[in-house]
């Protein structure tokens, strides 16, 4: 569906060039700016390329060996993917997410190093939603009986993959990885590395806003308007 409105998108304002690209992802898989720079300014190897970003799964000290990656760099994710105009336009390409090149390119396709994919990340508040709206199974939220310690501990669960051994299993330190990885991998967002304190679960910190979602899950068990959660943060955040 995506993709259908992209192309009637360029149809109707023209001016797409065939080398133009198309840059196919889910929003939480980011390219780097660097490596955004440089698909903006350099021909690509390729009609279609991929990614090779990397998996924290939720805190930046760790890297996940995921199930798709780069050809042959197993700590990195082969998302988003990475069209050049004019094979979708030919209809080699229908333009979507692909995790795998192989069945266009075997074991051999070009990808751009650099980004990253935070999946797994601590915010309880999208925890919960994620939980709550997932197609691939059913979750439900508890509203009474919590105290901020338990949210504390319910985030920090959440970011050090407690219960979750498969996926720990598969995790290395950052300091472990060999001269590969060197010099681009990891790559923190801009937006994140400047303003950490604004998001702490992704630095294994209890983040503050924890006793607001307090507070609403109390009012929500109690039947009670929860409008004026604003007043029950006890550490201001900076914009």
């Given at each position: 569906m995506g993709v259908a409105h992209v192309k009637y998108w360029a149809q109707q304002a023209g001016g797409f060039g065939t080398h133009d690209l198309l840059i196919s992802g889910n929003v939480d898989e980011l390219i780097s700016r660097e490596?955004?720079?440089?698909?903006?300014?350099?021909?690509?190897?390729d009609?279609?390329?991929?990614?090779?970003?990397?998996?924290p799964l939720g805190t930046l000290d760790r890297v996940f060996r995921t199930d798709w990656p780069a050809v042959d760099l197993e700590y990195t994710f082969a998302l988003p993917t990475i069209y050049r105009w004019?094979?979708?336009?030919?209809?080699?390409?229908?333009?979507?997410?692909?995790?795998?090149?192989?069945?266009?390119?075997?074991?051999?396709w070009k990808y751009v190093q650099g980004g990253l994919h935070m999946t797994n990340i601590g915010f309880l508040p999208h925890a919960l939603l994620k939980d709550l709206t997932g197609t691939e199974y059913k979750g439900e939220i508890l509203l009474d009986n919590h105290t901020l310690h338990m949210l504390d501990r319910a985030q920090l669960d959440i970011s050090g993959l407690t219960n979750k051994e498969l996926l720990s299993e598969r995790t290395s330190s950052l300091n472990t990885l060999d001269e590969r990885y060197?010099?681009?991998?990891?790559?923190?967002?801009?937006f994140l590395a400047c303003n950490q304190k604004r998001y702490p679960y992704w630095y294994s910190n209890p983040d503050p806003r924890n006793q607001a979602l307090l507070y609403v899950l109390k009012m929500l068990a109690t039947g009670?308007?929860?409008k004026a959660v604003h007043f029950f943060v006890e550490q201001p955040i900076s914009p």
């Open positions: 490596t955004i720079q440089k698909l903006r300014w350099c021909e690509i190897a009609t279609v390329i991929s990614s090779a970003t990397w998996m004019d094979g979708i336009l030919k209809g080699d390409f229908k333009g979507g997410r692909m995790f795998s090149l192989e069945e266009f390119r075997g074991w051999e060197q010099g681009w991998l990891p790559y923190t967002p801009w009670k308007d929860y």
